[in-house]
């Protein structure tokens, strides 16, 4: 069974631009997650999605928003984007919730 | 406010005994604990689910306690090898379903062969 697929894996952005991130999850997983990784910070929950449906927020700006499509496909968005926002983003799959979650590789932003 | 310490940033163990990490929380009441590996450019790597109903769980050479009156969980590797360097983090979960993880901001170790 293929794991988490993220893409793209890395990126360059510009302040005040807005990227989206894409995540493909595990085949059967309809439950997908969201984190922020910082060294600061640490893993920080951003958001989860379980069939089409947001299901749980984390503590970040309206700046970050996300999807998820039929097929549990996922996307991430952050607008407006600052130096902070600079991380390395993971998503993570699960058949039902956080229980047991597939991380994929991560995309790693870079924001100038 | 919820806050989850991991004993120390690093650690260092000599190859062959036994690494001891520690996971502190409070103000957090978690249904569930679980430890994952991370590797360096990697997405953690799910290794061990607790419950609070259970003092302890073993997977090969690794073994998790749980003490919900003492707030901490240790997570033991014995036999420790030069590959079992990465980051450990510990996270913590409310309630099965509808919740959010929240994760130790983890301990680097590195077994010094």
Not at chain 2, 72 to 80: E, K, M, P
Request: with cysteine.
């Amino acid at each position: 069974k293929a794991g988490v697929t993220q893409t793209p894996r890395y990126l360059i952005k510009t302040r005040g631009q807005q990227v989206t991130l894409s995540c493909s999850p595990i085949s059967g997983h309809r439950s997908v997650s969201w984190y922020q990784q910082t060294p600061g910070q640490g893993l920080q929950f951003l958001f989860e999605y379980f069939s089409e449906t947001q299901r749980n927020k984390g503590n970040f700006p309206g700046r970050f928003s996300g999807r998820q499509f039929s097929n549990s496909r996922s996307e991430m968005n952050v607008s407006t984007l600052e130096l902070g926002d600079s991380a390395l983003y993971l998503c993570a799959s699960s058949l039902s919730g956080v229980e047991t979650q597939y991380f994929g590789p991560g995309t790693r932003l870079l924001v100038l | 406010s919820q806050k989850i310490e991991q004993n120390s940033e690093a650690l260092n163990i000599q190859e062959g005994k036994t690494a001891t990490l520690t996971c502190n929380y409070t103000n957090y009441s978690p249904a569930y604990l679980q430890w994952y590996r991370q590797d360096p450019g990697r997405g953690p790597v799910f290794l061990l689910l607790i419950r609070e109903n259970e003092k302890e769980k073993r997977k090969e050479r690794l073994k998790v306690t749980f003490d919900t009156t003492l707030k901490q969980s240790l997570f033991h590797i014995t036999a420790s090898q030069p590959a079992d360097s990465a980051t450990y983090l510990c996270a913590l979960g409310s309630n099965f379903g509808n919740e959010k993880l929240t994760f130790g901001t983890g301990t680097r170790l590195t077994i010094i062969p």
